[in-house]
């Protein structure tokens, strides 16, 4: 399973991804095509292990992907993935692993 390649390995980053770490979230840039591609089955942002919402300014709900570091247009997390989707580890694991 593609799970390894995530869990305790540090990846490694572009320049620009680390120059993004000390940005608050509300400055990361927006996902685009070109990290985006279209998808129609149960793989989208929105079910993937770096996807978190957050409350934005005026309460208004941010949406990242941690792995990219970058924000997701509103409705783009429904219909939408990029190459490094990787199933929600809550879902694979189970919420609290060492206490099972």
């Known amino acids: 399973m593609h799970l390894e390649r ?22 990361w840039p927006y ?11 149960r ?3 929105m079910t993937c292990h770096f996807f978190r919402h957050q409350p934005g300014p005026e309460c208004i709900p941010l949406l990242t992907c941690h792995l990219h570091q970058g924000l997701i247009a509103h409705g783009e997390h ?3 993935r990029c190459s490094g989707w990787t199933e929600d580890l809550h879902h694979h694991r189970g919420w609290a692993p060492e206490v099972a």
């Open 31 to 41: 996902l685009d095509e070109a990290v985006l591609l279209k998808n129609r089955s």
């Open 6 to 27: 995530f869990v305790g390995a540090s990846l490694p980053r572009p320049v620009a991804k680390l120059a993004r770490l000390d940005l608050p979230v509300e400055e």
């Open 43 to 45: 793989q989208v942002c």
């Open 78 to 80: 429904l219909t939408h």
